[in-house]
């Protein structure tokens, strides 16, 4: 019974009134959750396409850019062990590490530019490398990186002339492939880049 001068409650009484509030704090948290999941999704797909999207090189380049990436990484592998050096010469530490360096980095000039199917078929290595690594995805930070290395390459000088002819001309191909990946990337004409949507 009600007091007189007190109203009852709005919406009816207290039971219904309090089933009424759990299904709106239910239907409430169903939507947000939905939302969240939506938003992470589309947050994924989002990260997707950007790392998705590489600079490629038409074939002949990316075929030298292989043979000089495992002829520098064989190269290397012999400097270390001793076969590329002179009777009178020795390699110290340092030398030494300069080789497993450009052994390393001739190993990811030929997964950067080996075929994108056969790559990544092995722990899809070489997504993850554009992904992290998002400077080897542009001709730009390709060539840039192949410079450095044709640099370090170069400029490892063993005594011996015919292994100092041998990392010249590594290092000069490398360089080489450098120059003509920025010629593609800033001196091409890209009709597609000019085209209206």
Same mark, same amino acid.
């Given at each position: 019974?009600?007091?007189?001068?007190?109203?009852?409650?709005?919406?009816?009484?207290?039971?219904?009134?309090?089933?009424?509030?759990?299904?709106?704090?239910?239907?409430?948290?169903?939507?947000?959750?939905?939302?969240?999941?939506?938003?992470?999704?589309?947050?994924?797909?989002?990260?997707?396409?950007?790392?998705?999207?590489?600079?490629?090189?038409?074939?002949?380049?990316?075929?030298?850019?292989? /043979? !000089?990436?495992?002829? #520098?990484?064989?190269?290397?592998?012999?400097? &270390?062990?001793? $076969?590329?050096? %002179?009777?009178?010469?020795?390699?110290?530490?340092?030398?030494?590490?300069?080789?497993?360096?450009?052994?390393?980095?001739?190993?990811?000039?030929?997964?950067?530019?080996?075929?994108?199917?056969?790559?990544?078929?092995?722990?899809?290595?070489?997504?993850?490398?554009?992904?992290?690594?998002?400077?080897?995805?542009?001709?730009?930070?390709?060539?840039?990186?192949?410079?450095?290395?044709?640099? /370090? !390459?170069?400029?490892? #000088?063993?005594?011996?002339?015919?292994?100092? &002819?041998?990392? $010249?001309?590594? %290092?000069?191909?490398?360089?080489?492939?450098?120059?003509?990946?920025?010629?593609?990337?800033?001196?091409?004409?890209?009709?597609?880049?000019?085209?209206?949507?």
């Amino acid at each position: 019974m009600s007091s007189p001068g007190v109203a009852p409650p709005a919406g009816g009484g207290g039971v219904c009134a309090g089933s009424t509030a759990a299904n709106v704090a239910s239907a409430v948290g169903s939507a947000a959750y939905t939302g969240a999941k939506m938003g992470a999704s589309a947050a994924q797909r989002g990260v997707v396409s950007l790392s998705i999207y590489v600079q490629h090189n038409p074939v002949a380049v990316k075929v030298f850019c292989c /043979i !000089t990436g495992l002829v #520098l990484s064989v190269v290397s592998v012999m400097c &270390i062990c001793g $076969v590329a050096m %002179g009777k009178d010469e020795e390699w110290g530490p340092r030398d030494s590490l300069q080789s497993f360096y450009t052994c390393l980095f001739g190993l990811l000039i030929f997964v950067v530019d080996m075929k994108e199917e056969w790559m990544n078929k092995v722990f899809g290595i070489q997504s993850k490398l554009f992904l992290y690594f998002n400077f080897l995805a542009t001709k730009t930070g390709r060539a840039l990186f192949y410079f450095y290395v044709g640099s /370090i !390459t170069i400029f490892l #000088l063993p005594k011996s002339t015919l292994w100092t &002819i041998v990392h $010249v001309c590594i %290092g000069g191909m490398l360089c080489l492939l450098g120059l003509v990946m920025l010629f593609l990337r800033y001196c091409q004409s890209h009709p597609q880049e000019g085209a209206q949507l």
